[in-house]
């Protein structure tokens, strides 16, 4: 299976037997059935001036730590591992779960990385498998990081079907080469214990809290507004709602 570009340029049909595109841009990607096909389609870039990049100290920590996991693929062959990272964020409401992994992968964007925002199990899974037969026939996404955001994971394992198959992928059952996730919640106690207890599923468990002084001020002085120092003095517990 191999992409082709369509006349859009961000949009590239999945086929079999077709002159495939030698490379795609980084960025957020959909894909879309339609009766003509299956689509990948290119929603936005990793850069953009709606992502504001924070130099907190766990985001830069994940960074470094997704870098340095990048260098060591022949590892996980020689053991016959998945080659995968997961990131499990939980905190309450506004604290900055998205914006943290916008940040970090926007400072990926010297690599080759491709994202998809996951809503359920089984766009998950679809994505999975189409993805899978890119990465083992030599395909145009083979050497790209893919990043699935799972954003309000909760909803994900609300039916005990749509858990069992989001174990089994986070597991590596459904093998990719390269795969980083990023499950994020605002309720943790809603997620069921036997999802966070396998240390192979998510590699972290991070507890987003109010963001320190620094940080907001950082977040404050990407904005071009006249009067950001008035608002700075009351910058105390601010969050990012």
């Not at 320190?212 to 950001?228: H, K, M, W």
Request: hydrophobic share 35%.
């Amino acid at each position: 299976m191999q992409l082709i570009k369509t006349d859009s340029i961000n949009k590239f049909q999945l086929l079999k037997n077709f002159d495939k595109v030698d490379t795609i841009d980084n960025g957020y990607y959909e894909f879309n059935y339609t009766e003509s096909g299956v689509y990948l389609t290119k929603t936005h870039s990793l850069i953009n001036p709606e992502v504001k990049v924070l130099h907190s100290t766990e985001s830069d920590k994940i960074f470094f730590e997704i870098e340095s996991w990048t260098l060591k693929e022949q590892d996980y062959l020689n053991y016959n591992f998945p080659y995968k990272r997961g990131y499990f964020l939980y905190g309450k409401p506004g604290l900055g779960k998205t914006k943290l992994i916008e940040s970090v992968l926007c400072k990926l964007n010297h690599l080759k990385v491709i994202v998809f925002n996951i809503g359920n199990s089984d766009q998950l899974e679809h994505s999975l498998n189409i993805i899978n037969q890119f990465d083992f026939s030599g395909g145009v996404l083979t050497n790209f990081i893919k990043v699935f955001v799972l954003e309000d994971i909760e909803s994900l394992v609300e039916y005990k079907q749509n858990e069992s198959r989001l174990l089994q992928i986070l597991d590596g059952n459904v093998k990719i080469n390269k795969c980083l996730f990023f499950a994020t919640t605002n309720y943790p106690d809603q997620i069921p214990e036997r999802l966070l207890s396998r240390p192979s599923r998510f590699d972290r468990k991070i507890e987003i809290k109010i963001p320190d002084e620094n940080v907001v001020r950082q977040y404050l002085d990407s904005f071009d507004i006249d009067n950001i120092n008035d608002i700075k003095p009351y910058i105390k517990d601010y969050s990012f709602a």
